[in-house]
T-cell receptor, first 118, second 117 residues
């Protein structure tokens, strides 16, 4: 399967613990995105990488959240000192803007990591 | 500010009948518009997008959508619904001129489509 993969698929943690999620994008997609989706809502943008550079961050991304894409391939999203309000589905997407660049490229999503904070 | 509205939380359709899932948007410039579908415990699957050109866009699984600039709408349609079309549908918009943003897709809240046999 050459789609976007995310691990783990489910994570249950206690409040105050740190968690880390991994996303492997479609091969050779140089753009990678993180979104958060809560029950009954559409996905909300968190952050975006082009290669290894983090180019955009939402105000939703508090100081407890950090994302990396060290070699421009896979990415990790870490949440420190988790709170119950962090419980959500965390979605990763990737895209290839092609030679034209711009923002018309299609984002392809992974299956998500469901986080439950007790 | 950019926004997307999906005015219906749920749409019920009988199998074989045409379906429409509504979407309206608000952006400052010319929008890029997308439809995605989400099945239970799955990620979002891309259906179709409008970038420029012909207002009628055809996508996966027989779905199509019509861009209407005057009504700022991008409704999703299918001539004949299948039970397997039952899922959550999301409309999304990106304004390529909004603050130089390259990544920010704005999603609606989603519409649950239920197709009954």
């Amino acid at each position: 399967d050459t789609g976007v993969s995310q691990n783990p698929r489910h994570k249950i943690t206690k409040r105050g613990q740190n968690v880390t999620f991994r996303c492997d994008p479609i091969s050779e997609h140089n753009r990678l995105y993180w979104y958060r989706q809560t029950l009954g809502q559409g996905p909300e943008f968190l952050t975006y990488f082009q290669n290894e550079a983090q180019l955009e961050k939402s105000r939703l991304l508090s100081d407890r959240f950090s994302a990396e894409r060290p070699k421009g391939s896979f990415s990790t999203l870490e949440i420190q000192r988790t709170e119950q309000g962090d419980s959500a589905m965390y979605l990763c997407a990737s895209s290839d803007p092609g030679l034209a660049g711009g923002s018309a490229d299609t984002q392809y999503f992974g299956p998500g990591t469901r986080l439950t904070v007790l | 500010a950019q926004s997307v509205a999906q005015p219906e939380d749920q749409v019920n359709v009988a199998e074989g009948n045409p379906l429409t899932v509504k979407c309206t948007y608000s952006v400052s410039g010319n929008p890029y518009l997308f439809w995605y579908v989400q099945y239970p415990n799955r990620g979002l699957q891309f259906l179709l997008k409008y970038i420029t050109g012909d207002n009628l866009v055809k996508g996966s699984y027989g779905f199509e959508a019509e861009f209407n600039k005057s009504q700022t709408s991008f409704h999703l349609k299918k001539p004949s619904a299948l039970v397997s079309d039952s899922a959550l549908y999301f409309c999304a918009v990106r304004d390529p001129n909004y603050g130089g943003s390259q990544g920010n897709l704005i999603f609606g809240k989603g519409t649950k489509l239920s197709v009954k046999p």
